[in-house]
């Protein structure tokens, strides 16, 4: 079955240090997300792919970076992490493709993040 | 950013009662879905909607696009302990493949 998976699930680490998460989607969708998800404030987008070499900002980019390689992988790279980044981050894909159901989201299992 | 405004904001209800939700926006969308999100998992997507007054069933759970296209709703009959989670609408704008996601509903049943 297609799927979506996220790796760490779980990651502890420490200020100022570089830390990437992994999603891998079986879907071969065109599009990828990363949200944070934090109390009081819903999923927040950070950045987003529309398909191969294409990045874009969402609304919380700052401290964050992607790239996309193929189609299947979009990692989050924390250039160096700090307290306020920890969260617990999702990943989710959509088709892209045009027809009824191109932008549902499908989400990953989410990886909570720690930053002492 | 801009979110969607969802209330209420949690419910505590007993076993068998009926639910109902709504999110609104101030600007119109041309999609809705409803998603539910069970402690220490991803959301789910449960209903999704692409057209003004449509209504859309998902076993015990409805969904209405809203006619004005600036709302949405969703309703669970006879509620079960497995309904237990926080349920977040999201609505996409044309022209666009982000979603802007609702505030969430945090619903508790009682047996």
């Known amino acids: 079955d297609a799927e979506i998976t996220q790796s760490p699930r779980h990651k502890i680490t420490e200020t100022g240090r570089q830390v990437t998460l992994a999603c891998h989607q079986t879907?071969?969708?065109?599009?990828m997300f990363w949200y944070r998800q934090d109390l009081g404030h819903g999923l927040r987008l950070i950045h987003y792919?529309?398909?191969?070499?294409?990045?874009n900002k969402g609304e919380v980019s700052d401290g964050y970076s992607v790239s996309r390689s193929n189609t299947e992988d979009l990692p989050l790279t924390l250039e160096s992490a700090a307290s306020s980044q920890t969260s617990v981050y999702f990943c989710?894909?959509?088709?892209?493709?045009?027809?009824?159901?191109?932008?549902?989201?499908?989400f990953g299992p989410g990886t909570r993040l720690t930053v002492l | 950013g801009q979110q969607l405004n969802q209330s209420p904001q949690s419910m505590f209800i007993q076993e068998g009662e009926d639910v109902s939700m709504n999110c609104t926006s101030s600007s119109i969308f041309n999609t809705w879905l409803w998603y539910k999100q069970d402690p220490g998992e991803g959301p789910v997507l449960l209903i999704a909607?692409?057209?003004?007054?449509e209504l859309t069933s998902n076993g015990r759970l409805t969904a209405q696009f809203g006619i004005t296209r600036k709302d949405s709703f969703l309703n669970i009959s006879a509620s079960i302990p497995s309904d237990v989670g926080i349920y977040f609408c999201a609505g996409s704008q044309y022209n666009t493949d982000k979603l802007i996601f609702g505030t969430g509903t945090r619903l508790q049943v009682f047996p």
């Open positions: 792919s529309y398909g191969v070499q294409d990045t």
């Open positions: 909607l692409y057209k003004a007054g």
């Open positions: 989710a894909s959509s088709s892209g493709t045009s027809g009824r159901g191109y932008n549902e989201q499908f």
């Open positions: 879907w071969n969708h065109n599009n």
